[in-house]
Structures are given as structure tokens and as C-alpha cells.
């Protein structure tokens, strides 16, 4: 038993039970979404999909690692300031990203169109893809190759799972998916911050919120509600044309410009864990 027990603990098994494991969480959620009638809400679907992530993030942190939450990187404690700072820098980038469409006369509002019980439910719905996402991505995914390869291939790797997985998504193309993979890495910097999962699930629910809700764009190809009523026009290219500006070249330069900063605040804060093979060069190498 101690034999399976330590077999179980190694962080090549416990890679490949981190991915086994998702790939159920994710096909559970794609039958609640395409084959129940009637189809669940969002925000029930993608909380159900939230507890059976924390669920994997207990076997394996808690149970099999004996870690704390807070070694983790999922602790409820001291959550608030991480989601604020994650909201604030999505924020930032949102907003730049908008602005910059205003500037250049891609992006006019021509209406108001206030509805706050919708608006509620877009607030509380996106923070439930949020925070499903973030925890299957990041907590789980990213954490476990971090393990293994090092934060840099954990960054690659975990954020081309994420822009697959909006692959289906309506007007998602390989190109959508590549940029969803920017993206993907940089909420992947975000956790790197704080080595924490509050932090990325912050930006992710205002980047989303801010893209769809409150700007009026297509959230990666979906329609939502939209508290301003505008008209997007520009060239694809730059705008991301009907699928959203997440498939733009202007998202994918100021993710990857937000990418970077953070990067080297959490390189500063050695929060990057580098590939066994430096580490085992580090260990080899004679000191002086």
C-alpha cells in the first residue's frame, strides 16, 4: 500500500491524473450544456463544474501532495485583495483595448440600454466561468506541469489547452484558438504573481464581464447582454471581427504586453519555477 501510496504521489502520476481528471470535468460540463433538456443555466452549470474542479484541486493537493489550501494557491483566506488586484489589471487591459478601438473609430456607442437584473446575472455568471476555468486551468492544469516541466512549458502548454477548449465555440477558428492561447498564458502570468488562483480568476471574470456585458462585443463568438448598445467596424485583422476582440491583433498585443510586466514581476518575486533540466545543471554546476 505504501508503495502505490508513493507511486501516486509522483508528479508524472499525478500530471497524468490532473488531465485524466479534467477531461471528465469537461465532458460532464459539455453534456450539461448540449444534451440535457432543459439545458441548466450558466451560472448552475459552471458552479457545478467550480466544485468538481475544487474536488480534483482536495485529492490531489490535500490528499495525495498533504498540502495546505494555502500552498495550494486556492485558500479563501486573504482571497479578496488577490480577486481585486486580478479584476484591476483586467480592467486595465479591457479598457485599453477598447479604447484604443474608440480612438481609431473602430468601436462607437450609440446607446444606453440599462437592465440591472441582467446585468446582475452577467456579474454573477461570468464569475462562475471564471473562477470553473481558472481553477481547472491553472489550480489544477498549470500547477501539475509547473511540477514537472517548469513554469515556462506550463505556461505554453496550459494555455494551448485553454484556447482549445473554445475550439467549438461559434466562429472559433484555428486562429481564434492561438489567440485564446495568448490569453490563456497571460491569466497563467496573473497566477504567477501570487503563485495564487484568486489573482487569475480576477482578471479573467473582468476581462469577460468588461468584453461582453458592459462594451458590447462577442465574448469569445457568444452574444451576451450589453449595457452599451455600439457598433464595431475595422479591419478583422485588428478587431476580431465577429467572433470578438479577443481574436484581434490589438487584444493579442496588449495581452502580450500585460504578459510580459507581470512575467517579470513574478520572475523578480521567484515565482518562476525553472525546467528539471536547469535545476538539475544548478545542482551540478560547482560553486564559487
Known sequence: ???????????????????????????TIAVMDL????????ILSRAIGALLAFGVLLLLGRG?????????????????PLIVLGVLIGAVMMGTIAGLMGLAG?????????????????????FFVALFEELLFRAILFRQLDNVFGSWIALAISGALFGAMHFANPGATLWTTLALAVFGMGIGAAYLLARNVWVAVGLHWAWNFLLGPIFGFAVSGNATYALLTATSAGPDLWTGGAFG?????LALIVTTLASAAMLWVASRRKHLSPSPRASAAQRSSPGF
Open 106 to 126: 473602430w468601436y462607437k456607442v450609440a446607446s444606453l440600454n440599462f437592465d440591472a437584473l441582467a446585468l446582475g446575472r452577467a456579474l454573477i455568471a461570468f
Open 1 to 27: 500500500m505504501e508503495k502505490f501510496t508513493h507511486f501516486l504521489r509522483l508528479p508524472a502520476v499525478q500530471l497524468v491524473l490532473a488531465i485524466v481528471l479534467s477531461l471528465a470535468i469537461l465532458v
Open 64 to 80: 495525495l501532495q498533504r498540502k495546505t489550501l494555502e500552498e495550494i494557491g486556492v485558500s479563501p483566506r486573504g482571497a479578496s
Open 35 to 42: 444534451a440535457l433538456d432543459p439545458r441548466p443555466s450558466l
Open 245 to 249: 476582440p479577443e481574436a484581434g491583433l
